[in-house]
Each structure stands twice: as C-alpha cells, then as structure tokens.
C-alpha cells in the first residue's frame, strides 16, 4: 500500500471546513506554535508508521523537509519531490485543531518532553492526536494520531538535524 501525500498532509496539517470554528481557547496555543516552528525549520524528517490505515493495512512513510521541498517515500520505495506545505491549524477562521490538553512531562530518547493530546479534524474521521514536544526546541519529538472514528492509528517520530539533506531521486 502507499501511503499518499495527501494524507499524510490530511492528518499532519488538517483539512480546510472540518471543524468547529476557531474559539477564543488558549489551550491550543502550544499546538499552534509547534506549527509556526515546524513552518521556520529549515531541515527535518517526519517517519510515520501506519499501524493501520483504517482498512488494515500497515506502511511506514518517510518524508524529509529541506528548505522549500518535501521528499516522500512509502514503504521505501521511489522518493516523490514536492513543494514543501505552509502547515497551519486554520483555514478561513476555521479551527482544524480542538480539545487540547496539556497531559503531563515524559522523557523521550533522553529529551525532556511536554505531552499534549488534542483531536484533528479530517474530511473523512476525527483524529485523537497525542504530541510529545521537546521543552528545549519547542519542535514535536512525536506524535501519535487515532481514529476517534475509524481504526486509523498512525506514529510519527520527528528528526532535527543539519545533515538531514535531499535524498537522491535517481535519473
């Protein structure tokens, strides 16, 4: 199975009309600035696991962000080069992040880390998401995203590193 762009983009960045409307809430707040983080770093990569895509079937997902281009690959297979995605928790006033709350400290991989859980809004389910972020970067060090309704249920570790570059598409 491949796992396409457009989801992997549907459930990291949230999909346009989905969701109640954006509501005077601070307690999203954090999940917003990882976003606007996420948005000024110049190098990282996402590796998703898909533990099951709602129909089943497993996959893992390899994406690497440098600088205005997205590299994706599924199941190690061809690296696609794309333009890199603005992430972005509204579209038009609308909110595609809600219910945030922060869960509690945990170290991971030796990175102090602060949990948060909060649902995302897709055009077919409604993920229960839970995100690790580090307390120095500021930056997700994880993050896990199930299906509230569906069986959907997707990990995502997230990797900083200057050294992160373009993988080589081929000819």
């Not at 972020?133 to 990990?155: C, H, M, N, Q, W």
Request: proline share 6%.
């Amino acid at each position: 199975m491949r796992l396409s762009l457009s989801l992997v983009a549907a459930v990291f960045w949230g999909v346009p009309g989905t969701s109640p409307a954006l509501a005077e809430d601070t307690s999203c707040a954090p999940i917003r600035s990882v976003q606007a983080k996420l948005n000024n770093t110049e190098r990282f990569q996402l590796f998703t696991v898909t533990l099951n895509d709602g129909l089943g079937n497993v996959a893992t997902t390899d994406v690497r962000m440098v600088k205005w281009k997205m590299y994706e690959r599924s199941n190690a297979g061809p690296w696609r080069v794309l333009r890199r995605p603005i992430q972005t928790d509204t579209v038009a006033g609308i909110s595609t992040v809600s219910n945030c709350e922060h869960v509690g400290d945990e170290v991971l991989n030796g990175v102090p880390t602060i949990a948060f859980t909060y649902d995302r809004f897709r055009p077919q389910s409604k993920m229960r998401v839970r995100m690790s972020i580090s307390k120095e970067t500021g930056l997700p060090i994880r993050t896990r995203f199930k299906g509230l309704d569906s069986a959907e249920d997707f990990v995502t570790t997230y990797k900083y590193d200057s050294s992160i570059g373009e993988p080589d598409t081929g000819p």
